[in-house]
C-alpha cells in the first residue's frame, strides 16, 4: 500500500500582498495630502494677517482647499484687496480666482483669475478691467521668478471731470526673475515685457496717431527688496532712497509707421518724480504734442548728437539727441517740450 504526502498548502501572500501594499501606499499619500492641505490652510491664515498688518486686507469669499489626490487648490468664487497703504483707501475687487500648487513641484504656483474686475483709486477715480483670459505663475526657489500672460486685456480709467480713457493690448506678457550675475546688493530683478495690439491712448495724444501698438521691453530693477512689502508710497520712497533704479537695456516701441528704438536709465527725483535719460533712435514719426516735426529730429539728432553706432542695429532709424527727464519736464537735447509736467507718484 502506497502512503500519501500531505499537499503543502499554497501561500496566498502573492494573491493579497499587492493589493494590501496599495491600500497602504493610498492611506499614508491621503494622510500626507491632509497634512499638507492643513499647513496650507495655515499658511494662508498667517499671510492673511500678515496683510492686515501691513495695511492690505484680502477676502476671498467662499475659500475651499481641495484638489486631492496630487495638487493643492485654493480656490475663491471673489477675491477682493482694499490697501490703506496710498493714503484714501484703494480697494480692488475680481470674479472666481484659484491658485493651483502640485504636490510633486513644491515652490511652484499657477494662478487663473477671472474678470471683469473694479478698482477704486485715490481721487476718485475708478479702473475697470477685462480680460479673455489671465494666467500667472510664481516660484520662489532659485531663481525666483515670476510669470504673467493675458489675453484681450482693456482698462476704462474715468475720473471726476475728464473724459474715461480706455487701454488695452491684444497680448501681454511679463516676466521677473532675480538676476543671477549683479552682485546681491544691488538685488537685481531682471524685467520683461512684451504687449500687442496696444491701444495707449497718452501715446495717441502725443504723436498724433491712433494705430494699435507693439512693446517689447527689456530691464534690470535694482533695490527690488524694497518692494517686498508691496507697492505703495512707503515701498517707493524706500526705493528712491536706496538710490534704485531701472536700466533699460532694450525698448522697441511700433505704431503704425512710427518706431521708437531705445535704451537708458530711469529713477526718482527729490519731487517723487521719474527722471532719467534715454538714447533714442526714431523713424516715421510726423508730430510730437501736437507739433509737427518732419525731419527736424533728424537734423537735431546730427546737429546735436544722437545715439551714435547704437542705431546701426536698426537699419532705417535716425539716431535722435539726448532725452532727458528732469525736473518733472522732458527736454529733447536742450529743446524742452511743450508737455504737461510730469506729476508724482506719491
Not at 500582498?17 to 497602504?24: D, F, K
Not at 474686475?117 to 478691467?129: I, Y
Not at 542705431?311 to 529743446?335: D, E, N, Q, W, Y
Request: positive net charge; contains cysteine.
Amino acid at each position: 500500500m502506497t502512503d500519501t504526502l500531505p499537499t503543502r498548502r499554497q501561500s496566498r501572500f502573492w494573491l493579497y500582498g499587492p493589493t494590501l501594499l496599495l491600500v497602504i501606499l493610498a492611506a499614508a499619500w491621503s494622510a500626507f495630502w491632509f497634512y499638507a492641505r492643513g499647513r496650507v490652510t495655515a499658511e494662508i491664515d498667517t499671510a492673511l494677517a500678515r496683510e492686515v498688518e501691513r495695511g492690505r486686507t484680502w477676502t476671498c469669499t467662499d475659500r475651499s482647499v481641495g484638489g486631492y489626490p496630487f495638487r493643492i487648490e485654493l480656490r475663491c468664487s471673489a477675491l477682493s484687496l482694499t490697501s490703506t497703504r496710498w493714503g484714501d483707501a484703494v480697494r480692488v475687487e475680481t470674479g472666481p480666482a484659484v491658485a493651483v500648487g502640485q504636490i510633486y513641484s513644491p515652490g511652484l504656483v499657477i494662478f487663473e483669475l477671472t474678470g471683469p474686475a473694479k478698482a477704486t483709486l485715490p481721487e476718485g477715480r475708478m479702473l475697470d478691467l477685462t480680460w479673455k483670459s489671465l494666467d500667472a505663475s510664481l516660484a520662489w526657489r532659485n531663481p525666483e521668478r515670476f510669470a504673467l500672460v493675458a489675453g484681450d486685456l482693456t482698462a476704462v480709467l474715468t475720473a471726476p471731470g475728464l473724459t474715461p480713457e480706455t487701454w488695452g493690448s491684444k497680448t501681454l506678457e511679463a516676466h521677473l526673475r532675480r538676476n543671477p550675475t549683479l552682485p546681491a546688493a544691488d538685488q537685481a530683478v531682471d524685467i520683461a515685457v512684451t504687449a500687442k495690439g496696444t491701444r495707449l491712448p497718452p501715446i495717441d495724444a502725443l504723436l498724433g496717431n491712433n494705430d494699435t501698438g507693439e512693446i517689447d521691453l527689456q530691464a534690470t530693477l535694482t533695490q527690488a527688496e524694497s518692494f517686498r512689502k508691496g507697492f505703495n508710497p512707503d515701498a517707493l520712497e524706500s526705493w528712491r532712497g536706496a538710490n534704485g533704479a531701472i536700466d533699460l537695456t532694450r525698448l522697441v516701441s511700433t505704431k503704425g509707421k512710427a518706431r521708437v528704438d531705445g535704451s537708458g536709465r530711469l529713477m526718482l527725483d527729490p519731487a517723487h518724480r521719474v527722471a532719467g535719460d534715454l538714447r533714442l533712435a526714431a523713424a516715421g514719426i510726423e508730430q510730437i504734442g501736437g507739433i509737427r516735426i518732419g525731419n527736424l529730429l533728424g537734423g537735431l539728432g546730427g546737429l546735436l548728437g544722437g545715439r551714435g553706432t547704437d542705431a546701426a542695429a536698426a537699419p532705417g532709424l535716425t539716431p535722435l539727441p539726448p532725452v532727458s527727464l528732469r525736473g518733472g519736464r522732458v527736454f529733447i537735447g536742450p529743446f524742452r517740450l511743450p508737455l504737461q509736467p510730469l506729476p508724482p507718484l506719491y
